[in-house]
C-alpha cells in the first residue's frame, strides 16, 4: 500500500525557516508527480507546489513564490518543501501528495495524502 509520511513541522519565529519532508512508500516513487498543501483552521485546504516525476517542472500558488521552494530525491523516495521568510498566515497543517500522472503539472490535484504535520509560526 501507499504511504506517505510527512516529517519536519513544529514552532518557528516569524522570519524563519522550515524544511519539510515527505517519505514514500509503496509506490514506484519516480512514476509519480508529487506536491504540497495546506489546511488552516476553519479554511479550505490550498495547493502550495507541485512538481512532476523527474523534477523538471514545478507549479507554485502565487503567493508562496519566492518563499517556498519544492524539490524531490528519486534515490531516497521522498518529496521536500523548503519554507522561508515564514509568516503568521502560514501556520497549518501541511499535507504531501502523490498522483501517478499529472501534466502539466498545475493540474496536480493529488490522489494519495499523508496524514499531515503542524506548522505553527509565532509573532
Known amino acids: 500500500q501507499v504511504q506517505l509520511v510527512e516529517s519536519g513541522g513544529g514552532l518557528v519565529q516569524a522570519g524563519g525557516s522550515l524544511r519539510l519532508s515527505c517519505a514514500a512508500s509503496?509506490?514506484?516513487?519516480?512514476?509519480?508527480?508529487m506536491g504540497w498543501f495546506r489546511q488552516a483552521p476553519g479554511k479550505e485546504r490550498e495547493s502550495l507546489a507541485a512538481?512532476?516525476?523527474?523534477?523538471?517542472?514545478?507549479y507554485y500558488a502565487d503567493f508562496v513564490k519566492g518563499r517556498f521552494t519544492i524539490s524531490r530525491d528519486n534515490a531516497q523516495n521522498t518529496v521536500y518543501l523548503q519554507m522561508n521568510s515564514l509568516i503568521p498566515e502560514d501556520t497549518a497543517v501541511y499535507y504531501c501528495?502523490?498522483?501517478?500522472?499529472?501534466?502539466?503539472?498545475?493540474?496536480?490535484?493529488?490522489?494519495?495524502w499523508g496524514q499531515g504535520t503542524q506548522v505553527t509560526v509565532s509573532s
Open positions: 501528495a502523490a498522483q501517478r500522472l499529472s501534466y502539466p503539472i498545475q493540474y496536480f490535484r493529488g490522489y494519495y
Open positions: 509503496g509506490l514506484i516513487f519516480s512514476n509519480y508527480a
Open positions: 512538481i512532476n516525476w523527474s523534477g523538471g517542472s514545478t
